[in-house]
């Protein structure tokens, strides 16, 4: 964040246990696992569908890119579509 000079606010941060609280607190965006510590879950924005490590990054890499309108354009590149991605 420093070195682009971003405010947290415009930062997202993903966590799943304690020591990450602070840094969900800051973010303008806080996401998190559904097998995250309760107390994660509990201030997160996001919560993904799948585990840590059960491709919840993923989950939330193709929930930001559908929210800004990029995510067919991207699959489209490597021949997929937004409807091959949610099967």
Do not use: K, N
Not at 5 to 31: K, T, V
């Amino acid at each position: 964040m420093r070195a682009l000079r971003l405010p947290p606010e415009q930062c997202g941060y993903i966590g799943d246990d304690w020591p990450d609280l602070a840094a969900l607190a800051q973010a303008g965006f806080a996401a998190t696992v559904a097998d995250a510590a309760p107390e994660v879950r509990r201030v997160a924005h996001w919560i993904s569908a799948a585990p840590g490590g059960r491709g919840a990054v993923r989950e939330l890499a193709e929930f930001i890119l559908r929210a800004q309108g990029r995510l067919d354009e991207l699959l489209g590149r490597h021949g997929g579509s937004a409807g091959a991605a949610d099967a």
